[in-house]
């Protein structure tokens, strides 16, 4: 396994990631800054506010976006299984 093939896989892993991660982290983000808006707005200083919020959105995207999430991430392990007679040699 030359390293450039090692490169390539951890390359392939990293966007995976980042492609499945970003729905969760851009719903999180939008909800916190409509948060932080209203709290500015109204001068509320409280804390917790800002996080039950942003967790609720996280699950929403999960529960919306799980599907397509699972059909990447097998997508990239059955590639890695198929291919894998040939990583080892």
């Given at each position: 396994?030359?390293?450039?093939?090692v490169?390539?896989?951890?390359q392939e892993?990293?966007?995976v990631?980042m492609i499945?991660a970003?729905?969760m982290?851009?719903?999180?983000l939008?909800?916190?800054l409509?948060v932080?808006?209203f709290?500015?707005?109204?001068?509320?200083q409280?804390?917790?506010?800002?996080f039950?919020p942003?967790?609720?959105?996280?699950?929403?995207?999960?529960l919306i976006?799980?599907p397509w999430?699972?059909?990447?991430m097998t997508q990239?392990?059955?590639?890695?299984l198929?291919?894998l007679?040939?990583?080892?040699s």
């Amino acid at each position: 396994m030359s390293s450039a093939l090692v490169i390539q896989i951890g390359q392939e892993a990293l966007m995976v990631v980042m492609i499945v991660a970003a729905p969760m982290l851009g719903l999180g983000l939008i909800v916190g800054l409509m948060v932080s808006v209203f709290q500015a707005t109204t001068s509320i200083q409280e804390q917790t506010l800002a996080f039950i919020p942003k967790i609720i959105a996280v699950f929403v995207a999960i529960l919306i976006f799980g599907p397509w999430m699972l059909q990447i991430m097998t997508q990239y392990v059955t590639g890695i299984l198929v291919n894998l007679p040939m990583y080892l040699s």
